[in-house]
């Protein structure tokens, strides 16, 4: 039972190039999310998807898009990187319940040159 | 808007000392209350929960008590190791389909 897996772990844009971010669950899970990480900003909420072929827009959603396409998988797209996208991008799943626990990824850490 | 605030900056402290971070939320409604740990280099886990006044999460000899009189959810461990250095962060669950709010988090080192 491996939970939340995330790939990749680390990775190097130059600005303007593309990347996607592909986080997998086996917990069953109806509800992902992406999360980016930032010094001093606590995690703030880019997409979360509450089933197969849903997806929302969170707190910071510009410049990303997200796909749900299958239930154990949730990706994240960076179009056209920009250095502000410099971050460590956290995924996380929950059975969507009030008051579940979500669990969280190893964390990709992203720079954009 | 919904919310929830840590006390600002860093926490070091010597082994076996007594550890508080504070937390405040916005009080739109009774969140479920959480609190999360990262330790260095991993994602974040689930320390501790409250859903409702007057709960008391518990886990790895960290407390907190959901206050709804003061708005808060402090976290505690009376004696602290150096294997508690981490980053802790408070959440609070405001807007349905278990989304969460997180406060900025609080570095904790632990010195021996």
């Known amino acids: 039972n491996a939970g939340v897996t995330q790939t990749p772990k680390f990775r190097v844009l130059k600005t303007g190039q593309s990347m996607t971010l592909l986080c997998a669950q086996d917990m069953n899970h109806e509800y992902m999310y992406w999360y980016r990480q930032d010094p001093g900003m606590g995690l703030r909420l880019i997409h979360y998807?509450?089933?197969?072929?849903?997806?929302a827009k969170g707190e910071v959603p510009d410049g990303y898009n997200v796909s749900r396409l299958k239930k154990q998988n949730f990706l994240l797209g960076l179009e056209s990187a920009a250095p502000s996208q410099t971050s460590v991008y956290f995924c996380?799943?929950?059975?969507?319940?009030?008051?579940?626990?979500?669990?969280f990824g190893p964390g990709t850490r992203l720079l954009v040159l | 808007g919904d919310s929830v605030t840590q006390m600002e900056g860093p926490v070091t402290l010597s082994e076996e000392a007594f550890l508080t971070i504070n937390c405040t939320y916005t009080?739109?409604?009774?969140?479920?209350l959480f609190w999360y740990v990262q330790y260095p280099g991993e994602g974040l886990q689930l320390l501790l929960k409250?859903?409702?006044?007057?709960d008391k999460g518990s886990n790895k000899g960290f407390e907190a008590t959901y206050r709804k009189e003061t708005t808060s959810f402090h976290l505690e461990k009376g004696s602290v190791q150096v294997s508690d250095s981490a980053v802790y962060f408070c959440?609070?669950?405001?807007?349905?389909?278990?989304?969460?709010?997180f406060g900025k988090g609080n570095q904790v080192v632990v010195i021996p």
């Open positions: 959440a609070g669950e405001y807007y349905g389909n278990n989304r969460l709010a």
């Open positions: 998807s509450v089933g197969e072929g849903t997806t």
């Open positions: 409250a859903t409702k006044a007057d």
């Open positions: 009080a739109t409604g009774y969140p479920s």
């Open positions: 996380a799943s929950s059975s969507g319940l009030a008051g579940e626990t979500q669990y």
